[in-house]
């Protein structure tokens, strides 16, 4: 009854956010309570909910500060010099938008947490995005499978996770993988080419024309001012006379003319920046308090005034907001599904559904239930509590632990999108995108690619 029961909370999440008859807060939090009623543990919702905050506290204080970090990061123009590079490859084509998303996304997941790669892809991307008319759910969509296949890098999570569960080293789970996701990464860049020209096809090139013309005129573009005044000077002053140009979202676009550039501090931001993101590889110290940190002295730095650091957080406010609220929401259904043994029978019916036959082929069972698992659970519950039965079966009918290890990774291109994972909500909340409308854009080329690291892992012999 609990399988039923964990499978149809999940069910009538995913078609509530996905039809738009709830938003993701409000489903996040009643649907599971409702579910934990109706499994007569209605009296410990409490206690559910606490412990799911409690484990997601940490993960929403990180969310918080490295929204702050790299907000302000962006506004002192720290990747500018990179938003240029990709701009200049992009230029007015969807095509090259958005391929250079997905390179992006796919260079900045490098630094293993997804939610400052989104961070910055989308503020980096965005404005591009909405000048061309152009799909943001594709935006989103390939920015997070391009993470999800770089999210296996050992310092990532997912394999470091297999590692523990396991008792085998990291290195020798992820490194003979290598070829498979070169080959996942590829397939995401050959989907957003293919996304681009369709995107091309659909924003028309009158569009691009009208773009193209713009661009040029706004490199020529001043204002004289001044002329014929004392001494006949004449000043120029950038289009838009200086100010943050605004979208007609409101949303603030990388204008190389804004107030809070700070160039003579760009070293100082790059320098920190590279410590910053060091000491969270080496895990000097853990990774929340290291953006409560990096944020305070950002800001010290950079906007010594009180006002000026004042209006910095509350130029992020409405994102710190949106994704920590998102965070706590999604401890509630997490708490519930964990606290009521949902998930853990739901993982058990899934493993005993397995035919006998099957068993010398649980390597490939362990890839195909990877894209499932790790989309309706936490990276936690599948490769601490799903795993080692998996594994166990395995070596029964002489199947390695490694290759059950390498095949357990292949599924997180999809499980970046899972409503349970925090940085989702980052993306789609900076990209003003309806996690609904991401979700039915990207379940379908996410599993796609799944399914290509794991064709790619048997045809090399890896698993």
């Not at 509530?16 to 309570?33: E, F, G, H």
């Not at 790059?270 to 305070?296: D, N, S, W, Y």
């Amino acid at each position: 009854m609990l399988t039923i029961l964990g499978f149809a909370m999940i069910a009538t999440f995913l078609v509530l956010i996905m039809m738009k008859k709830m938003s993701p807060i409000a489903a996040l939090v009643l649907i599971p309570a409702l579910f934990c009623v109706i499994v007569g543990k209605g009296a410990h919702l409490g206690d559910y909910v606490i412990d799911g905050v409690s484990s997601l506290a940490p993960t929403a204080a990180m969310l918080m500060f490295a929204i702050v970090y790299f907000g302000v990061m962006i506004d002192v123009g720290l990747f500018d010099p990179i938003v240029r590079a990709i701009l200049r490859f992009c230029k007015a084509d969807p095509m090259r938008i958005v391929v250079g998303t997905a390179l992006l996304a796919a260079i900045v997941s490098l630094d293993g947490d997804g939610s400052t790669t989104f961070m910055i892809t989308v503020s980096a991307m965005y404005p591009l995005y909405k000048r061309l008319k152009m799909s943001l759910v594709v935006m989103t969509g390939v920015a997070a499978m391009a993470n999800g296949v770089m999210n296996t890098l050992p310092w990532g999570g997912p394999t470091a996770r297999a590692a523990t569960a396991l008792k085998v080293d990291a290195t020798d789970i992820f490194v003979p993988m290598i070829p498979a996701l070169a080959v996942g990464l590829l397939f995401v860049l050959v989907l957003s080419y293919v996304l681009g020209l369709r995107e091309r096809k659909r924003v028309g090139t009158l569009i691009l024309d009208e773009v193209l013309v713009e661009e040029k005129a706004e490199e020529k573009e001043t204002v004289l001012v001044g002329a014929g005044a004392a001494g006949g000077g004449t000043t120029e002053v950038p289009s838009g006379g200086g100010a943050d140009r605004t979208d007609d979202d409101g949303f603030q676009g990388l204008d190389p003319h804004r107030p809070t550039l700070r160039p003579k501090l760009y070293w100082f931001n790059a320098l920190l920046t590279v410590t910053l993101l060091t000491a969270m590889i080496m895990e000097l110290l853990p990774i929340p308090v290291l953006f409560l940190l990096g944020a305070a002295l950002a800001l010290t730095v950079n906007f010594p005034h009180m006002p000026d650091q004042k209006a910095r957080i509350a130029a992020h406010a409405d994102n710190v907001l949106n994704v920590s609220g998102m965070v706590f929401a999604a401890a509630v259904f997490t708490g519930v599904l964990t606290g009521t043994g949902m998930v853990d029978h739901m993982a058990d019916w899934l493993v005993n559904a397995i035919p006998e036959g099957m068993g010398p082929h649980m390597a490939l069972v362990t890839g195909l239930l990877s894209l499932p698992l790790t989309y309706f659970m936490s990276n936690d519950g599948f490769y601490f509590g799903v795993l080692p039965v998996l594994a166990e079966a395995g070596q029964a009918h002489g199947v390695s632990t490694l290759e059950i290890a390498r095949a357990s990774i292949v599924g997180q291109p999809l499980h970046m999108s899972s409503p349970l994972v925090p940085a989702v909500y980052v993306l789609v909340g900076m990209a003003k995108v309806e996690f609904g409308d991401h979700t039915r854009f990207v379940v379908k080329w996410a599993a796609l690619t799944c399914l290509a690291v794991l064709a790619a892992g048997i045809l090399f012999g890896i698993v």
